[in-house]
């Protein structure tokens, strides 16, 4: 089925992608930008859709002229509205990565940004936008991770989804006791080692912690194990 309406998302995260793939500072800089926009562009887009294409009872047309102009109002009305598309995407990191990009465009040129940094929210905007509109962007660009954090969100992300295709209906469980408690019939290791990326990758995301490039290798193993035992 051909989607029109996912044309400026896509195209905006594929120019990404290109840029991630030059060395400069500018590439970096330009990449983050269109990251963001493509972010931004993906959540009003969706809250936009008519019933029929969304598969949700959206905002009204009063709460989404409320919304225009201002980031986070977006942000609480596609946590209102579109919550079954969020069970493996954090919204407080969009919000803090939303926060790093403003940096970047409002202080211009002198400010750089670490490659990792944008590699992660590339793979945030890139599962976003997966969620939201069912189309997978893999087989549109063939960008390669080239820091290990940004090897590590991509096996982050590739859990997670894996996880949704096997967990039983939530109840009134909070999504991460429901994985973990998931993970811990099957084997309380697995349970242990979900714990600990979890907490390692909020943590890392949020900038709680400035990790190395050396912290992430257990990391990747970890949830490449997880990734293997599940598959």
Do not use: C
């Not at 697995?190 to 990790?211: C, K, M, P, Q, Y």
Request: hydrophobic content about 35%; aromatic content about 12%.
């Amino acid at each position: 089925m051909n989607k029109p309406w996912i044309d400026g998302s896509k195209e905006l995260i594929i120019h990404a992608a290109e840029h991630l793939d030059g060395q400069t500072d500018f590439d970096k800089r330009i990449a983050m930008i269109s990251i963001d926009n493509a972010v931004e562009i993906s959540i009003k887009t969706f809250l936009s859709l008519p019933k029929r294409i969304s598969k949700i009872q959206g905002p009204s047309r009063k709460e989404l002229q409320d919304a225009e102009n201002s980031f986070p109002t977006y942000l609480d009305l596609l946590e209102k509205y579109g919550t079954d598309k969020l069970i493996d995407i954090s919204l407080e990191d969009i919000e803090w990565y939303h926060r790093l990009r403003n940096e970047l465009y409002h202080n211009g040129n002198g400010i750089t940004i670490d490659k990792s940094k944008v590699e992660a929210y590339f793979e945030i905007a890139r599962n976003l936008f997966d969620n939201l509109f069912d189309e997978k962007l893999v087989n549109d660009s063939n960008y390669a991770y080239t820091t290990n954090f940004g090897k590590f969100m991509s096996n982050w992300t590739k859990l997670e989804k894996l996880l949704r295709t096997k967990l039983p209906p939530k109840g009134d469980n909070y999504a991460y006791y429901w994985k973990r408690d998931f993970l811990k019939a099957m084997d309380p290791s697995l349970a242990a080692d979900f714990t600990e990326v979890s907490d390692f990758r909020n943590r890392v995301v949020h900038g709680v912690i400035d990790a190395t490039s050396q912290d992430f290798i257990p990391m990747i193993n970890k949830t490449q194990f997880m990734i293997n035992k599940l598959s």
